[in-house]
C-alpha cells in the first residue's frame, strides 16, 4: 500500500481543477489540502464541491454540528480541526463545540440531530428508533431526515479520504478529547 501520499499542486491537476484552485484561493485565501487532493481526480473535485454546496434544509449551524460529530465518529482529525473552525463561524462558541464532539448538545433541538446523525454514523446507516422519534418530535421533517442522509455521506467520503491518505492537516489542530 503506498504510504504517503503527496498533496497535488496546481500544476500537477487537470485544467477544470486549476480553476476550481483559483476559486477556493480566491475565496477563502488557500487550497485545503483534502479538497487538492480530490483533485486526483479530473472530475471528482468539481463534482464533490457541487454536491458539498447543494441546496438543504439544514441550517449552516445544523451542517457544521453534523458535520462535527461525524468526523468525530470517524476519527478524522483533519475534518475535525476544518469544521471547528467553521462551527466557530457559524456561531458556536468552543464549549458548544466540544459537546458536539462529545456526541451532544444543551439545545434540545440541535441534541436529537447530533445524537442521531452520531448513531446514524456508527451503525452505518440503522438508527436507535428512539433517536429517530425524538429527531421528530424536536421539529425535524422526512425532508430533514434525507438531507442529514446526504451530509453524512459527504462528510463520510472527506473522513475516509483524509483517513486513508493523511495528508497534512491545514487548519489549526484540533484537540484529542
Known amino acids: 500500500m503506498k504510504t504517503q ?3 497535488p499542486t496546481r500544476e500537477q491537476v487537470a485544467p477544470a481543477n486549476q480553476a476550481i484552485f483559483d476559486n477556493l484561493q480566491k475565496a477563502i485565501g488557500f487550497v485545503p489540502n483534502l479538497y487538492a487532493t480530490i483533485a486526483y481526480s479530473d472530475n471528482g473535485l468539481g463534482r464533490f464541491i457541487a ?3 447543494a441546496k438543504t434544509s439544514l441550517t449552516n449551524k445544523e451542517k457544521e454540528a453534523v458535520n462535527l460529530v461525524v468526523s468525530q465518529v470517524n476519527e478524522c482529525v483533519y ?9 466557530k463561524m ?3 462558541t468552543d464549549e ?8 451532544k448538545s444543551e439545545n434540545a433541538k440541535l441534541n436529537a440531530l447530533v445524537k442521531l446523525a452520531a448513531d446514524i454514523t456508527k451503525n452505518r446507516g440503522k438508527a436507535d428508533g428512539d433517536l429517530v422519534d425524538d429527531f421528530f418530535a424536536q421539529g425535524y421533517t422526512n425532508e430533514n431526515l434525507v438531507d442529514t442522509i446526504l451530509l453524512i455521506s459527504d462528510k ?6 483524509h483517513n486513508l491518505t493523511q495528508v497534512p492537516v491545514d487548519f489549526p489542530l484540533a484537540p484529542a478529547l
Open 79 to 87: 475534518c475535525q480541526s476544518a469544521h471547528l473552525v467553521l462551527g
Open 156 to 161: 463520510t467520503a472527506m473522513n475516509y479520504l
Open 96 to 103: 458548544q463545540l466540544l459537546d458536539i464532539r462529545k456526541g
Open 90 to 92: 457559524n456561531g458556536f
Open 51 to 53: 454536491y458539498q454546496n
Open 5 to 7: 501520499f503527496s498533496v
